[in-house]
């Protein structure tokens, strides 16, 4: 890690703008600024300006101007990074842009690589490791639930719940250690009661927030629903109308849709993405054989099932018990297979029905949702029915939720120590091998933070930062 170089980066999105920010991070950033900037307000040089102000100017590559610049200073260790920090807002052409990051580059500053300035912040103690997976969450965050996320992670919830926990244990660990200098006297400083008390605390957040991470999870990546039914029941219909736009080939020919097709709608705050599949029946045709085993996986992977059939066909029936009956044992069929999942059972083509007929169907069917998706009938409250089964108190109410997947690991491990140690104590196990697990649980708790690094884990997480953060 080069640390000690002074780095710059193209901190806004790539190609033209209105404007464009650059920061530079390190030893001598603001000197370097000072050798080809020109106040036109000031004749004093930036280093001697006081930190977190704004001067206008030029950027100079010898008498030639460059761009009209607005340059932002940060002195350390009042910065994002802890170093001195610059940020130069110019005009967004691509061509400025180029010319002054080439004109510090001649200098000796290089290009920044992905996640350094945060790199650099989690490096100087300005953040923890969470904290800095949390920046990275943020400029990912494409809904209000995962942006609620993010922001509550990076402001130090979860840090702190952490470190708290690691304290205690820490502390504990120290006395139990202690009485291994004193075993000849066997003494005991550790008092078992209160680490009993301590070792069940401990215990009872891990499992929490273990078991928040299935619900963070899919607020932040987006909570994957299954439009699954037989052919030509108006599965595509539907998710067209959900997305307000013609993403799937919509046909009254059986077995259009041969492949899952994706796309993700925001509702109340929290994102789902929606996945039309094949319709499921017996074929010969061997593109909608694999367009059917594929609709079967994404099945798998989803969290929501929306389970559609075509309600308007019992109207051409004298007889409609055996079609309700065939329709029932394929949603009890659908329920057992995906006992996991949540499932909402869906009639469309309501629009085509009498009262008699919906009635007839709701008796048979334990009231499934109706909805004319050609016609949006009945769409709001199907999203109704899909923000119900996401309860979002736990968010709301600043709950410590998990949703970083090497957090889980983490927690996962720490967790399984945490049980040995319970275990030792149950069985009077002797002191320094309670401590050897001691040690192993502080280990996974300080990987969550930062207090255990490695080259290898930063190189990891700081490589899928963009670059400029």
């Known amino acids: 890690m080069r640390t000690e170089d002074t780095i710059i980066a193209l901190a806004t999105p790539s190609g033209m703008g209105a404007i464009a920010v650059m920061r530079i991070s390190g030893k001598g950033a603001i000197e370097s600024v000072d050798n080809v900037f020109k106040s036109v307000k000031s004749s004093k040089k930036l280093s001697q300006q006081k930190t977190h102000t704004i001067h206008l100017g030029h950027i100079m590559d010898n008498d030639r101007v460059v761009d009209e610049v607005l340059v932002s200073i940060f002195k350390g260790p009042n910065s994002y990074t802890g170093e001195d920090v610059v940020e130069i807002s110019c005009h967004g052409s691509v061509y400025v842009q180029q010319e002054i990051i080439q004109l510090f580059l001649l200098k000796g500053i290089r290009l920044a690589d992905p996640g350094e300035f945060t790199l650099r912040a989690f490096i100087n103690g300005k953040l923890d490791l969470s904290q800095a997976e949390a920046v990275a969450d943020l400029i990912a965050s494409d809904s209000k639930a995962s942006h609620q996320l993010a922001i509550q992670q990076m402001r130090g919830g979860f840090s702190n719940e952490i470190e708290n926990l690691r304290q205690q244990l820490l502390n504990f660990a120290s006395l139990i250690e202690l009485e291994l200098d004193f075993s000849e006297e066997d ?78 709608l925001i509702i109340d705050g929290v994102a789902f993405r929606f996945i039309d599949t094949a319709g499921i029946r017996h074929t010969d045709d061997i593109v909608e054989s694999i367009g059917i085993k594929k609709t079967f996986e994404k099945t798998q992977q989803a969290q929501v099932i929306i389970y559609l059939f075509d309600a308007s066909v019992i109207r051409y029936l004298k007889d409609y018990e055996p079609l309700l009956k065939s329709i029932k044992k394929e949603i009890n069929k659908i329920v057992e297979a995906y006992s996991d999942k949540k499932i909402i059972i869906v009639a469309n083509k309501a629009d085509l029905l009498s009262d008699n007929e919906i009635g007839k169907i709701q008796q048979y069917l334990n009231n499934p949702l109706f909805i004319s998706a050609k016609d949006d009938l009945g769409i709001s409250e199907l999203k109704a029915q899909l923000t119900s089964l996401l309860n979002t108190g736990a968010l709301s109410n600043n709950q410590t939720i998990v949703s970083n997947s090497r957090h889980f690991e983490a927690l996962t491990k720490a967790l399984a120590e945490i049980n040995n140690i319970q275990k030792g104590i149950n069985t009077n196990l002797s002191s320094d091998l309670i401590a050897i697990d001691i040690r192993q649980a502080l280990h996974h708790l300080g990987e969550i933070t930062g207090k255990v690094t490695t080259e290898d884990l930063l190189g990891n997480i700081f490589a899928n930062f963009c670059i400029g953060k």
């Open 187 to 264: 003494v005991e400083f550790a008092n078992r009661d209160d680490f009993q008390k301590l070792i069940t605390k401990i215990t009872n957040v891990l499992k929490r927030l273990i078991e928040s991470f299935a619900y963070g999870n899919v607020l932040k990546n987006g909570i994957p629903v299954a439009i699954i039914g037989e052919p030509n029941v108006g599965k595509s219909t539907l998710l067209n109308t959900l997305l307000n736009e013609e993403k799937a080939i919509v046909s009254d020919i059986a077995g259009t849709t041969r492949d899952a097709i994706e796309d993700e």
